[in-house]
C-alpha cells in the first residue's frame, strides 16, 4: 500500500443501529403498560407510562442523529410505536376512566363513547401518516395539527389531575367527551403548532431560543412541585396555542384588507 495513501474508513458496526431503536421500543413498551393499567384501573400509573413513552420518543431521534444512525427502518419503526403510545393508549385509557360511562345515559350515547375513543385512535394514525408523507417538504419550525404526543400529553394530564383531586370519570364524562373529539380533530387539522426548532437542516436546525431554556428551567421546578397540574397547564396552553396564532393571522389579515 502505498505509504501516502490513507487507509479506508472503518464500517460502522451494524450493532450501534440498536441504540436509538431501543428508546423507540422503551417508548412502545409505556404505550403498552398504560393500556393494560387503565383496563386494570390504574389510571395514574397509565397516564405516568405515556408522559415516560414521551420523553422516550423524544429522546429516539436525538440519539440517532447524534450517533449518525438515522434509517428508514428507524423512521417507520418510531411511527407505529407512536401509534400505540400516542394514539392507542391514551383513547383506551380516556375510554376506560370516562367514555365508558356514557352507557349509564343509554345503548346510544355508550356507542358514541367508544366511537370517540376510536375517532382519537384514527385521527392519531391519520396525523402520523401525513407527517410521514410531508416530513421532507413542510417547514421545520412548524407542525401541521397537533403532534400526537402533544394531543396525549393533554389526555394524559387532564386524567391524572382529576384523579389527584378525587374527580371520577363517571361524574366528567361529557367532558371528557369534548376532549377526546377535540385533540382528535387538532391532530387532523391544518391549524400550525410551533415546533421549537429553527429552520433548516445541519447542526443548527435544532437551536431554540434562549428564553426557552429559562421556560424550560421554570416548568421543570413546577414539575418537582406538582407535575400532573404543571403537565395539564403545558399541554392545555400549547393546545390552545395553534388556534390562537390562527385567529391572530386571520385578525390580521381582515385589518389588512380594511384598511
Not at 390504574?42 to 405516568?48: G, I, K, M
Not at 434562549?210 to 412541585?225: D, E, G, M, N
Request: hydrophobic share 55%; charged share 15%; glycine share 10%.
Amino acid at each position: 500500500m502505498d505509504e501516502n495513501s490513507t487507509p479506508a474508513a472503518r464500517p460502522r458496526g451494524r450493532g450501534i443501529y440498536l441504540l436509538p431503536n431501543l428508546f423507540t421500543t422503551g417508548g412502545l413498551f409505556g404505550g403498552f403498560f398504560a393500556i393494560i393499567a387503565a383496563s386494570q384501573g390504574r389510571f395514574e400509573a397509565a397516564c405516568v407510562a405515556i408522559f415516560v413513552a414521551a420523553v422516550l420518543d423524544g429522546l429516539d431521534g436525538r440519539v440517532a442523529r447524534l450517533t449518525n444512525t438515522q434509517s428508514e427502518f428507524g423512521v417507520q419503526y418510531d411511527s407505529l410505536a407512536d401509534l400505540i403510545s400516542f394514539g392507542m393508549a391514551p383513547a383506551m385509557l380516556m375510554y376506560h376512566w370516562a367514555l365508558v360511562a356514557l352507557r349509564l345515559d343509554g345503548v346510544t350515547l355508550g356507542k358514541i363513547g367508544w366511537l370517540a375513543a376510536f375517532l382519537y385512535a384514527a385521527c392519531a394514525a391519520l396525523r402520523l401518516a401525513r407527517f410521514n408523507s410531508q416530513v421532507a417538504v413542510v417547514d421545520k419550525r412548524w407542525f401541521v395539527g397537533l403532534a400526537s404526543p402533544a394531543a396525549a400529553g393533554l389526555v394524559a394530564s387532564f386524567v391524572w389531575v382529576c384523579q389527584e383531586f378525587g374527580w371520577t370519570g363517571e361524574s366528567l364524562r361529557y367532558g371528557a367527551l369534548s376532549l377526546t373529539v377535540l385533540a382528535g380533530l387538532l391532530m387532523v387539522s391544518r391549524i400550525r403548532y410551533s415546533s421549537f426548532k429553527g429552520g433548516g437542516s445541519g447542526p443548527k436546525s435544532d437551536r431554540v431560543p434562549f428564553f426557552a431554556l429559562l421556560i424550560a428551567l421554570v416548568v421543570l421546578i413546577a414539575l418537582w412541585i406538582a407535575p400532573a397540574v404543571t403537565l395539564l397547564t403545558a399541554s392545555t396552553l400549547y393546545a390552545l396555542s395553534g388556534p390562537l396564532m390562527w385567529l391572530r393571522r386571520r385578525w390580521g389579515t381582515s385589518g389588512d384588507v380594511a384598511g
